[in-house]
């Protein structure tokens, strides 16, 4: 009896000797990956685009600087109203206190504190 195996074809495949170096070998030294139009294409689209990249890079640099300029002064000036603040409530400090009240009223409008004789009470 004389029996065909089948499965030993589709296990089989054709493969053709190609070696690395006869792929290298193939292609010249100069020659570029997907052609020479390609490249010109992609070196037009370059000079054209990173012009306008560039500048649109200056422009973001720029306004970023001017805002951190902006932070910079408002901080600045912050910093200058919290001292004034401080004075101002030192100041408004000194001119409430009862001393400075007492003193301001006996000169400017000759009021005195009553002394304990001279407030009667009448039911």
């Known amino acids: 009896m004389n029996f065909h195996n089948t499965t030993q074809v589709s296990y089989l495949r054709n493969v053709t000797g190609l070696g690395v170096r006869q792929q290298l070998q193939s292609r010249g ?5 997907g052609g020479l139009v390609l490249w010109k294409a992609v070196g037009t689209i370059m000079l054209f685009m990173l012009p306008f990249v560039l500048a649109v890079n200056m422009f973001l640099a720029s306004a970023v600087n001017d805002v951190e300029r902006s932070l910079v002064a408002v901080d600045n000036q912050r910093h200058e109203l919290m001292d004034k603040n401080i004075g101002l409530l030192a100041q408004k400090a000194r001119l409430y206190a009862p001393e400075r009240v007492s003193q301001m009223a006996g000169d400017k409008l ?14």
């Open 110 to 123: 000759s009021l005195y504190a009553a002394l304990p004789g001279q407030v009667e009470r009448i039911n």
């Open 29 to 33: 030294v100069f020659d570029l990956p």
